[in-house]
Structure formats: C-alpha cells, structure tokens
C-alpha cells in the first residue's frame, strides 16, 4: 500500500526535476525502507510506461485492476509493454512479501545498500536515531530511468526517536519532514498524502499550481485541499465512509467563506506559510525553488547535515509547533494548522476535479470506523476549548459563515448528550405510559413534526441529490446514532478529562488491514461486529433498552387502555423508538441471528443484556 502510494506520485504528469518525494517512517521499520528500496528500482520501468501510454490511475496495483477488468480494449503494442511492466511489479511485490513474512531483512539484501548500517544500533520503533537515505538524487546526472530521462529525488526519512522526547505524533513527523526537505530540495509547494491514500489523477499537481499562480488571487492562497475519496466503499456506503455529504456539500459551502478546512491529506501547501511567513495582501509570493547552495555537497554530506533536522532536540527552543509548521498538542493537527493559517489573512482553495485527485482506504469494520471518529472528534472539540477556537480566536479574522462550519465539527462531541438523552428517556417514559411530547390533536406537535420532517427530508434529498442511495442514506442515519452514542461520547469524556488534568492526549492510529473473512463480510455489506468493546456494549445495551420498551409499550396497548388513546398521546414517542428499533436491526442481528466470526462476542451480548433489563426495570418500579 506505502510503495504504491509513493509510485502513484513519483509519476506525476510535472517535470521530474522539480519533483521530490519524501516517505516518513515514523515506525523506523527496515522493511518500509527495503520496500522503499525495491521502488526505486521499479519506478525507472513505471515512470516512462506511465509517460508512454497516459497510465490513469498511476497506482501500478489500482492500474492492474483496472486494465484487469477491461482487458479487451488494450492496444496490441500496448499488451506486450502491460505485461512486461506487470511481471516486474509482481517479481518486487513477491519479494516485499517474501521479507514481510520472514519478519527480516536477510544479509544477502542488507548488502545491496549502505542504508540498512543504520539499523545496526536499531533498538525500537521509540528508539532509534535518525535515519535518512536518499534513495534517488536528482542532482546526479546518472539518476534516469530506463529511456534516459531523470528521475525525481526520491528519499526514506524516519526521524530520531527517544523515550525521554515527546514526538508529538504525526504533527512532530511533518514537522520534521518540512525542515529536512527544504534542505534538500527546498519547493515552494509541498504535497502530504497518507500512505493508505494514492494518486488517482495525474494532473492534480497541475490543478493545484493553478491556483496558486492566478494573477489575482493567486498570493492570497496558503494551501489548496482535494477532496479525501476511497475505492474500496460498497454500493450502499455500509459504514458511511464515502464522506459524501462532506465533499459534495459541506467544503462546497465552505469554499464560497474563505476555504475549506486543511483535512491532513491530499493537500498542496506553500512551504513558506507553513515555515511562518505572515501575511500580508500586498505582497505577492512567487512559486521560485530556494537557494541552491545544498548543490555544491555530496550525497553523504546532505544526508549528514540534513540528519540533525529530524533529531528530537531540533525543536528545543524554537517556534516549532506554534508559530512554525504543523499545530501541536491536538490529536487533529491539521484542522488546528488550517484554522491557524487562515486567521493570519491567508486563504484556502477546495478543488474538486472531475477525476477524484486521490484515493484511500476507508475503514472496513465498525469499530475501526468508531475509533477513527472518536480521535477526530476528540480532536476537534479540544480545538474548541483552546485558544485556537473559531468561537473565540478566529473572531474578527475569518467570515463568520467559515467560524459556524468549524464549529459544526468542534461540537461534534458534545452531540452525545442530546443524541444520549433522546435514544434513552423517551423511550423508558414510553414503558411507563408518561407521554413527554404534545398530543396529535394539540397545535404544539406542529413545531415537532415540521423538524422532523425538514431535517430527513433534506438530508435525503441532499445524500441522493450527491449520487447516494436511499439505502446508503439509511445506513449514514444509523451510523450517526452509533457516533453520537460511542465515540462522541468517549471523545467528550476524554476531552473534559483532559481539560481537568486527568489524562493526556493520545494518538490512535486507524487500523486498515482486515483479514479476508471479514474483507468479504463487508463486500457483501454485513456489519462486523467479532471485537468485545465497551462501544460495543453501551450500542448492545442501547438497542436492547428501545427494544424491551417497545414491547412493554405493546404489551400496555394490548392489556390496558386501548390503541386510540395511547397513540393520541404518546404518538410521536412511539415513531421515535420504532425508528431507533428499526435503525438498530444489525445490532439485533450480531446478538442473537448470526453465527459467523463477525457476530457480536457473547461477553457483549451478556452485558449489555444485563444492563438493559436492569434499567428497564429500575425505572419500571422505581420511579
């Protein structure tokens, strides 16, 4: 995934020697670095075939596929060149996995390269010194690929790492990325993409730079945002990780009052915003490569002095963190650097071209996608309680429409207590018989049924107007319940607990390796529930408590008043728990229906049973 990431960039359609591409390895893995090393030896075949034939997407596995399903089409000349270049991508894959699996790197390899010395006094992912190799110098003139032209420079950096040193996570990593590129290469943009993301449109580069070179507005521009798209979402967005209403809707708005948030990814910068220039609307800034003096070093000397940039005492003392680079402190560093930049003056551009620009992996089990949540809600509602606020701090420095879409997704996490509230008491009042809202004769249930109705029906009309399925949108409205009830509420007791003191920040890394079972699971859109956790447990619990009070609420119509006088007065809380027991059928599928590994662990299911009944019952006969 990492190669072909770093691959689909190398070959993008821009003159090679003005292109240099960094992989940080913030684990120090000798085998990301052997992997790095097979690359660039492949690319000097990839580049050129990609030049020959046009080759979109430029990710040799997702080219692969693609040619794979549309193999009829492919020209004669074409056939032969496509199955040289796939013999050779398969002979690198089989030897990555092939050292993947044997867990090392044989001497027979380690021989091959002076780079693999530095693992000798390698003594973990959290201890290790600097490690920088650059793999393709493109100031050397024999650094060309198999047709003559020059390759780009092409370099593994994983910065030093020490127990006693707070590494400030990924921030701490692009910080360190941002200082050691402008001594080797110095371009006036810079490009960040995850490494579970690709290059899906050559062109992109191109796209990006014409905003940044507009006559007019062109110097006003700090940073240029593409949208975050995924090629492995099902048909009906199972876990609503299309980030469809986002991209098509939200960072449209948000365009049109300034720019788009810096979403962390697949985002071209201008190096010297970042490296703390100030803004100022007269004076324009032009896209010049920096000085050149590195030139007059060797190799050994600029991978040398360019070590000392990455160390974990570089920083001491100086702005690193906040007033220079990425935002520390926060687990979404780059909402906070986005904020931050675009209180200077500077704006930010949303560009969605017609051929997504880059495309990831997207979560592919529920709890991955709980856990992803949870850290950027966390994240952003920390951003709300610091100085960095757009309540407070970006006050008078950005339009007030981009103020109020920050603080849609900084108040993410405090959304769990009305979503709490509302999944829970009406529906325990419902098994007591105590209505909460107005009767369906009374005036006052206007104002409640006209926002139900205007609030679904223009999110459905906004999810199907975006290109979704009325089945997609069903599953965004259940896996929002499922945020605001788990991880809108861990992020929001986490946040508050941190704020007192209690508890210090984290950064939990989304896993996106699934095995094959639960691979097919999801291609066959069946929610994966195999994992015990407490999320797990309060969505059980949940869903248990709506649906025991349903049944009690049927049980009263069936022994006790009758259905017309129940439904005149507790109309509008009984849809409210039918909804929540409908959205919650695949809950009630893990618990008790299915038998295959993905099915909810029976330690869940006896919790949360537990639990349920016992406050069903409390309330029953205790209130």
């Not at 014409?210 to 700090?222: I, L, P, Q, T």
């Not at 999944?423 to 009374?442: E, N, Q, R």
């Not at 005149?568 to 809380?573: A, C, V």
Request: aromatic share 14%; net charge neutral; charged share 20%.
């Amino acid at each position: 995934m990492v190669i072909n990431t770093v691959l689909s960039v190398m070959a993008y359609d821009y003159p090679t020697d003005k292109l240099s591409v960094y992989l940080s390895d913030d684990a120090g893995s000798d085998l990301t670095f052997y992997a790095l090393m097979e690359a660039s030896h492949f690319c000097k075949h990839w580049i050129p075939y990609c030049k020959k034939f046009n080759v979109e997407p430029r990710s040799p596995a997702a080219y692969f596929i693609k040619v794979g399903e549309a193999r009829g089409d492919d020209h004669k000349s074409q056939s032969k060149d496509l199955a040289a270049i796939k013999r050779l991508y398969e002979e690198m894959e089989n030897r990555i996995q092939t050292a993947t699996k044997l867990g090392r790197i044989t001497e027979e390899i380690r021989m091959k390269h002076k780079g693999f010395s530095h693992w000798d006094s390698y003594s973990s992912r959290l201890d290790h010194d600097t490690i920088l190799q650059i793999l393709i110098d493109g100031r050397d003139p024999n650094a060309v690929d198999n047709e003559g032209c020059a390759l780009p420079t092409l370099v593994y950096l994983a910065r030093e790492k020490r127990p006693q040193y707070f590494h400030n996570f990924k921030a701490g990593a692009m910080n360190a990325l941002i200082r050691v590129s402008l001594k080797i290469s110095n371009g006036p943009v810079t490009l960040n993409v995850d490494c579970d993301m690709y290059s899906n449109n050559s062109q992109a580069v191109r796209d990006a730079l014409c905003f940044f070179m507009d006559e007019e507005k062109g110097h006003e521009v700090a940073f240029v945002q593409f949208p975050q798209n995924f090629d492995n979402v099902t048909k009906n967005e199972l876990y609503s990780n299309s980030f469809r209403i986002y991209n098509e809707v939200e960072f449209e708005g948000m365009d049109g009052y300034g720019g788009p948030i810096y979403c962390g990814s697949g985002c071209f910068h201008r190096r010297e915003i970042l490296c703390g220039r100030k803004y100022d609307k007269e004076t324009k800034i032009e896209l010049k490569r920096g000085n050149d003096s590195k030139r007059e070093e060797s190799l050994l000397e600029l991978e040398e002095t360019s070590k000392a940039l990455a160390s974990c005492t570089f920083e001491a003392n100086t702005q690193w963190g906040k007033e220079i680079g990425l935002k520390y402190g926060c687990p979404v560093e780059d909402v906070i650097t986005g904020i931050w930049i675009q209180c200077q003056g500077w704006k930010s551009v949303y560009c969605k071209p017609e051929r997504d620009a880059f495309l990831g992996v997207s979560p592919t089990t529920l709890l991955q996608f709980l856990v992803q949540r949870k850290r950027w809600s966390e994240g952003d509602f920390q951003i709300m309680l610091s100085r960095y606020s757009p309540a407070r701090y970006a006050h008078g420095k950005i339009s007030l429409g981009l103020r109020l879409g920050y603080c849609c997704y900084c108040l993410w996490a405090p959304n769990c207590l009305p979503a709490l509230f509302y999944s829970i008491v009406p529906s325990l009042y419902l098994l007591k018989g105590i209505p909460l809202f107005p009767m369906i004769s009374s005036p006052w249930i206007i104002p409640f049924a006209y926002v139900m109705f205007a609030k679904y029906t223009c999110s459905l009309a906004e999810f199907l107007w975006s290109g979704g399925t009325a089945l997609g949108w069903w599953n965004e409205q259940r896996l929002w319940l499922y945020l605001r009830t788990t991880s809108f509420l861990f992020a929001f007791i986490d946040t508050i607990l941190k704020t007192l003191g209690f508890s210090e920040s984290s950064f939990v890394v989304t896993e996106k390796v699934a095995d094959e079972d639960v691979s097919q699971r999801y291609e066959k859109e069946i929610m994966e529930f195999g994992a015990a956790s407490s999320m797990f447990t309060i969505l059980s619990a949940l869903a248990l408590l709506n649906l025991f009070c349903m049944i009690g609420a049927v049980k009263k119509v069936i022994v006790g008043d009758g259905y017309v006088k129940f439904y005149e007065t507790m109309l509008l809380q009984i849809l409210l728990c039918s909804a929540l027991v409908l959205i919650n059928w695949p809950l009630y599928q893990g618990l008790f229906l299915r038998k295959d590994n993905g099915k909810m662990p029976s330690s869940v299911t006896t919790k949360s049973l537990v639990l349920a009944l016992s406050v069903c019952t409390c309330f029953t006969f205790l209130y």
